[in-house]
């Protein structure tokens, strides 16, 4: 009897574990913390090991002293183009077909001193 307690309790820490293993693996969230001097381009791109992409999220938190304007695009043509002025926390979600994405800062007349970007690609 108490050999069988311990199995049980054995794989209910095994269960455990394998589940919050599987929570960090599937995470996909990328972060890019930098100083942006003039207009620039960071092209953002899915992990290896994700599969067919159905859509994206990216975060933008910045402190603008104009206004900018930030484009989300790929080589096709596609263009999706939002105005941000000022202090900006702000998180765009939608649908994604690609693996990767252009995402551009221009009309930038001066320095940002710290811009964070979050994304992630969904699959």
């Given at each position: ?18 589940m ?29 090991r ?23 695009s ?15 926390d ?6 994604w077909?690609?693996?990767y ?5 221009e009309?930038?007349?001066n320095p ?12």
């Amino acid at each position: 009897m108490i050999r069988m307690k311990f199995t049980i309790k054995t794989m209910l820490l095994l269960c455990i574990l394998l589940m919050l293993n599987a929570c960090f693996f599937n995470a996909s969230k990328r972060t890019i913390k930098t100083r942006i001097n003039s207009d620039t381009t960071f092209v953002l791109s899915k992990l290896e090991r994700q599969g067919t992409i159905w859509g994206m999220s990216i975060r933008i938190k910045a402190d603008f002293k104009d206004s900018i304007t930030v484009s989300q695009s790929v080589d096709n043509g596609h263009k999706y183009e939002r105005i941000l002025i000022g202090k900006v926390d702000t998180t765009f979600k939608g649908d994604w077909y690609s693996d990767y994405c252009n995402l551009e800062f221009e009309k930038l007349e001066n320095p940002l001193e710290e811009v964070f970007i979050e994304y992630d690609f969904f699959d």
